[in-house]
Nanobody, 119 residues
Framework: QVQLVESGGGLVQAGGSLRLSCAAS???????????MGWYRQAPGKQRELVAT???????NYADFVKGRFTISRDNAKNTVYLHMNTLKPEDTAVYYC??????????WGKGTLVTVSS
């Protein structure tokens, strides 16, 4: 069993910045089993989409629409993944979900944190 708790969402003006955090907790075996962690988002009326993922070793994958604006990072000792979002646009408004698949178990999701970007 893994718990993912996001924080850092909020209201920001276009062009502004926010940092999201996601802390994972659970059994030592589960924590050791997590390799890839990341962020997805879901805007109103749209499907959930990938934002960025990062492996334990630091291999990163970004969606094209955030390249150059968002940066994902990870603190393995704290089982925490971060999403630094810069130059935010109104179309970035969405609920952002933390994601951690555990091989041989299941995909875990956080409850989400709302990011609202005003124009």
């Amino acid at each position: 069993q893994v718990q993912l708790v996001e924080s850092g969402g909020g209201l920001v003006q276009a062009g502004g910045s926010l940092r999201l955090s996601c802390a994972a907790s659970g059994s030592m075996f589960s924590m050791f089993s997590i390799n890839r962690m990341g962020w997805y988002r879901q805007a109103p009326g749209k499907q959930r989409e990938l934002v960025a993922t990062i492996t334990r070793g630091g291999v990163i994958n970004y969606a094209d629409f955030v390249k150059g604006r968002f940066t994902i990072s990870r603190d393995n000792a704290k089982n925490t993944v971060y999403l630094h979002m810069n130059t935010l646009k109104p179309e970035d408004t969405a609920v952002y979900y933390c994601y951690a698949p555990v091989p041989g178990d299941m995909d875990y999701w956080g409850k989400g944190t709302l990011v609202t970007v005003s124009s």
